[in-house]
């Protein structure tokens, strides 16, 4: 079984970046649950989702505190030590941000780093900086847990006609301009 | 501090969120485009559009870089533009 | 399909074929609306949607259109069930069989969006049955097994599916949804005859009752409860034989046949119990969990017997019942087990939305082991307060 827990804000479709990873996985013949938590339903404000995978049934109704991975969806995020709490030791960072890996402070927990610009692209594809679908072709580049095709098949469920091409071609560039950096 | 025991739930410290803090865009406003209409400030969720001496303007410090007043000036005078990364 | 709770809820009501809805948005329901309009908007439910402006409205209308013989639905939480007192209480002495989820919310005061159970437990004498689920799977199924118990004429009572806010409402993974021909084959049309607004035979409903005929009604009232646990077990059975699936009815036991302590819980946290008790076992701890279903009718004589062979009890409370010092589950069921003389402790939790962890349930299990071999114990501790 392996935790994921994301961090996003408000009106960055970070619940729905949870729900469509649930679909993915769910498509492969996993079993998988995604628990969002926000505060304030508000544009900005800090938005959490809880997901975990298994080949088991899942029966756990619980927040994750030992994520084998945490996906970031906004660069100002990192600047907040609530986001890296419990990271498993040598556990796997998707982070969202323009700067280079040799100015990012990353705790010695992390094992693993896959970042995007994705602003950058969503804002380019999308005309709003909205990460979900690039973070997760981000997620599927860095950690391999799901398929590409299953991932982009659950966009094309979830969006309809231009809007789902958008965010399919978001989740490409997103997989393909992820640099993955090992942090040992 | 002397800590207060409270009974009930009551918040008595104000604690000013600087929102501007959550954006991924901000608007420019051109000055010489801008001519005072006060469309932006009507149309802000935020009430974060203030009187600059040239023209009408996001306050940084709460704009959330919505982009709305982009969208709704008759002049075009807003642009957004990428925030910084810091 | 993968679902959260709320649309698990509408999918639930879809398949059931109420002919009218009538709600109320209030977090962590609304998306439970914005699912049942637009599946109403899409054609794939075939009913009317009455805009109402306020929860009590939203079950006065369906008060009408249950007394004209019609299979209604609705959902609210928190405050919409405060504000929707009034016309709730009638429901059920009116001997409405309708049925409402409530997607539970904790406390109107601390200021709170998130789940609780206390709102719905706060109603549990309003004279509704109560069924309170653990997964979205579970959602569904029950409300199309509750209008089968509410419609039953050995019970003709409405009721409440209860799903823990945001645990489930929000949550979402994978569930079967059962084809609509074997739901009209498990569940038949709504015949109402006990009460109904018809011009063929005029009756005035809830006039004015004197003191002596009051206490027969709520006398048979009282007895459609008792009625309904032997409907609540059978309908279970029922449901398992046609869609494969079983949920225990009043309650389910979790390997409780050689357990020594035994958990009770409720809602969204006996999912999380069940994987503790695997884990408990594995280190060689008889433990086992007891999953309460029915809140009302209170399952006094299959708790006793699940319950009996026991040496301590532990209940998780994810609610508070004032003027106790204790839960409201540790309250009834310290009532329904007047016999036994074990230790029954209490672990209060998961209040205002804050979590119930592994760790929480370790903690449960070890103190309700450590009262079973030493005899002392606490009798309630809080989780977050140590």
């Known amino acids: 079984m392996k935790e994921i827990r994301f961090h996003g804000r408000g009106g960055q479709g970070t619940v729905l970046a949870s729900v469509i990873l649930v679909k993915a996985f769910t498509k492969e013949k996993k079993y998988s649950s995604a628990i969002p938590y926000f505060g304030f339903e508000r544009r900005g404000a800090p938005v959490m989702a809880y997901l975990r995978f298994d080949d088991h049934p899942l029966r756990e109704k619980t927040q994750v505190y030992s994520p084998d991975c945490v996906v970031v969806m906004d660069p100002a995020l990192k600047r907040s030590p609530e986001v890296f709490r419990g990271i498993k030791q040598g556990g796997i960072l998707i982070l969202s941000t323009r700067k280079p890996v040799e100015e990012l402070n990353l705790p010695p927990a992390v094992g693993k780093i896959g970042y995007v610009d994705a602003i950058a692209i969503s804002l380019d594809i999308l005309k709003s900086p909205i990460t979900n679908s690039c973070m997760l072709g981000a997620f599927v580049a860095t950690t391999g847990w799901v398929t590409l095709d299953s991932v982009l098949k659950s966009i094309q469920e979830t969006w309809a006609g231009e809007m789902a091409e958008k965010n399919v071609k978001a989740a490409l560039a997103g997989y393909e301009k992820t640099r993955i950096f090992k942090n040992n | ?86 | 399909m993968v679902v959260d709770g709320n649309k698990a809820a509408a999918l639930g009501a879809v398949l059931s074929r109420p002919i009218m809805v009538a709600a109320y948005p209030i977090t962590p329901q609304t998306p439970l609306v914005e699912y049942l309009s637009q599946y109403i908007s899409d054609g794939l439910l075939d009913a009317d949607l009455v805009e109402v402006e306020s929860e009590h409205s939203a079950l006065s209308v369906l008060h009408g259109a249950c007394l004209s013989g019609a299979r209604v639905f609705t959902g609210t939480s928190g405050q919409g069930l405060a504000f929707m007192y009034e016309p709730y209480i009638r429901t059920a002495s009116l001997r409405l069989p309708i049925v409402m989820v409530i997607a539970t919310r904790d406390g109107i005061s601390p200021q709170c969006v998130w789940g609780g159970q206390q709102d719905a437990m706060g109603v549990r004498d309003g004279g509704w049955i109560q069924i309170y689920v653990e997964d979205n799977q579970e959602i569904l199924d029950s409300i199309i097994m509750a209008y089968r118990i509410g419609e039953d004429p050995e019970v003709l009572l409405p009721v409440n599916v209860c799903y823990d806010g945001f645990y489930l409402s929000h949550m979402s993974e994978a569930i079967r949804i059962p084809d609509q021909e074997l739901v009209d084959r498990f569940l038949p049309p709504y015949r109402s005859t006990h009460v109904r607004l018809d011009p063929e035979i005029p009756m005035a409903v809830d006039p004015l009752t004197p003191g002596l005929l009051f206490t027969q009604y709520r006398h048979g009232h009282l007895e459609a409860h008792e009625k309904a646990k032997a409907v609540i077990d059978r309908v279970d059975g029922e449901f398992e034989s046609i869609f494969g699936r079983s949920y225990g009815g009043l309650i389910e036991n979790y390997r409780m046949e050689d357990a020594e302590i035994a958990l009770v819980a409720m809602g969204s946290p006996c999912g999380t119990g069940k994987v503790s008790v695997d884990r408990a076992r594995e280190k060689g701890i008889k433990v086992g969990l007891v999953k309460i279903r029915s809140l009302r009718p209170f399952p006094v004589e299959r708790l006793s017997d699940s319950l009996k062979k026991v040496k301590a009890i532990g209940v998780i409370d994810k609610n508070v019942c004032f003027g106790w010092g204790t839960g409201i589950l540790f309250v009834e069921l310290g009532s329904a087990l007047r016999g036994l003389s074990i230790p029954v402790l209490d672990f209060i939790g998961g209040l205002g939305g804050s979590d119930i962890t592994f760790d929480h349930f370790d903690l449960a299990i070890h103190k309700t082991l450590m009262a079973a071999e030493k005899g002392a114990f606490e009798r309630v501790h809080w989780f977050g307060i140590d």
């Open chain 2, 1 to 86: 501090m002397e800590r207060r025991r409270f009974l009930c739930p009551v918040a008595t410290e104000p604690y000013i969120v600087a929102t501007g803090e959550w954006r991924a865009q901000r608007p420019v406003t051109d000055p010489k485009k801008c001519v005072k209409c006060a469309t932006c400030w009507l149309y802000c969720p935020t009430q974060s559009i203030r009187h600059y001496h040239t023209h009408l303007g996001a306050d940084l410090q709460y704009c959330k870089g919505c982009g709305i007043c982009a969208n709704e000036c008759p002049r075009h005078a807003i642009t957004m533009v990428l925030e910084e990364e810091d």
